[in-house]
């Protein structure tokens, strides 16, 4: 393609090729290296971008990546800005700053180098078409390598919180003798009941527990598959002669429960952990009363 | 009473029989095991059965079936019967494949059975309920 351009221009400006303009274009952005960084910082601030950081940082930032982007016109090759871009994402995906603004940035960077170029070579229009034919596929490259490794660094983030979240152990408390509180926090998909119900089962043995109070209050949805996930675990503890108490369902997860129709009736359920517990303490037997003067602490 | 290896013991403790499953039965042991049971509760007047399966490591539809079949032919024969003992994997087995226990008393252990039985006995509803003895 490259050579189709060449030979379509090449009546103008002699035979200068993609190649020899590179470090002429290099050179360029190396010497108003300064000026044109501030242009770039002054278009990011006009355009709203990356305002979790402070000036220092967009400072130190825009610096790096300039310099980046500038080595990989120079050699064309991106691993080092890959590597530079994994690197950032991991230091800026913490503070909040989204996709829209990273990529948001490098394109910015992108037009302010290509208007610096139009101003240099506005009077030479071929030798113009020459330059922005090497410098335009090297700058796609760059804002796709920047976009892909801020994407890949935000989904390895995202594997890794689910991995923590899937390992988080879902405790199985005991309060009282023969009485465990297992608190359900998060998702709860197939995966995951399957355990929580082993957890329970093998805690009920070990804990010789005859009641159970299973807290959702901290589960964000139960749809259908859930719902029967916990009649399942319901019956295995009941198989296992431990009696479940429900708590903490909310109204809209009530609300679905019955317009889905899951059949609940065996369940005992009570609005809150509170309840649970004095409920669970009524079914051991025990009776909890409050001395008159709390004693000091 | 059983003839061949002894796969259950059946122990008489007062007015309760203990049977202890101590290997995993087939078909037609287990339908022996019924038989003799059954035959048990009238012979000692057992008020009380509990049946233990703690030594089992699965539970087939069969075997589940037969348990909640021997609860009701018990029931029938003046006795309440009590399953303890189920390990935590054959309890999600059998919820997972639909085989609860329907209506029949669970509890964990020997221990605990007793105990269910003694607290029944205490409020006098044990063998009571328009229940036929033989």
Known sequence: MKEDVMEDSSRSEGTQTGEHLLPQLV??????????????????????LLEAMTPQEMSAETTSVYDNYVEVLETGSVEALQHYARDLSE???????????VVGIVLLLRDVLARSLFEK???????????????????????????????????RVIRQQQDAIRELSTPVLPVRERLLILPIIGVLDSERARQLTEQLL?????????????????????DETVANHLVQTVDASRLMGASVIITGLSPTIAQTLVTI????????????????????????????????????? | ???????????????????????????????????????????HRARGVIIDVAALDVLDSFGSRTLRTISEMARLRGAVTVIVGIQPDVAYAMVRLGMGMGTVATALDLEEGLAYLSTLRATRSLGRGGTARG
């Not at chain 1, 596929?137 to 760059?142: F, K, S």
């Not at chain 1, 804990?207 to 109070?213: G, I, N, Q």
């Not at chain 2, 059946?10 to 038989?35: C, K, P, W, Y």
């Open chain 1, 27 to 48: 050179a360029h952005l190396r010497e108003h290296r300064e000026k044109l960084r501030d242009e770039w910082v002054s278009r990011i601030r006009d355009a709203h």
């Open chain 1, 91 to 101: 230091r800026i995906i913490p503070r909040g700053v989204e996709t829209h603004e």
């Open chain 1, 121 to 155: 070579y506005q009077r030479d229009f071929a030798l113009l078409n020459h330059i922005l034919d090497a410098y335009e596929p090297a700058a796609n490259r760059i804002a796709n390598t920047v976009a892909v490794s801020f994407v890949d660094e935000r989904e």
């Open chain 1, 202 to 222: 093998s805690g009920i043995r070990t804990h010789r527990a005859k009641v159970v109070v299973i807290d959702i209050t901290g589960a964000p949805d139960v």
């Open chain 1, 261 to 297: 129709g899951v059949d609940l009736s065996k369940m005992n359920t009570i609005g809150d952990l509170q309840g649970g517990l004095e409920e669970a303490e009524r079914l051991l037997g025990y009776r909890v009363t409050r001395t008159e003067v709390p004693e000091d602490s």
């Open chain 2, 1 to 43: 009473m059983n003839s061949g290896p002894a796969l259950v013991s059946i122990l008489r403790q007062g007015d309760t029989l203990v049977a202890s499953i101590h290997t995993a039965l087939d078909d037609s042991e287990m339908i022996r095991f019924q038989n003799d049971l059954i035959e048990q509760i009238g012979q």
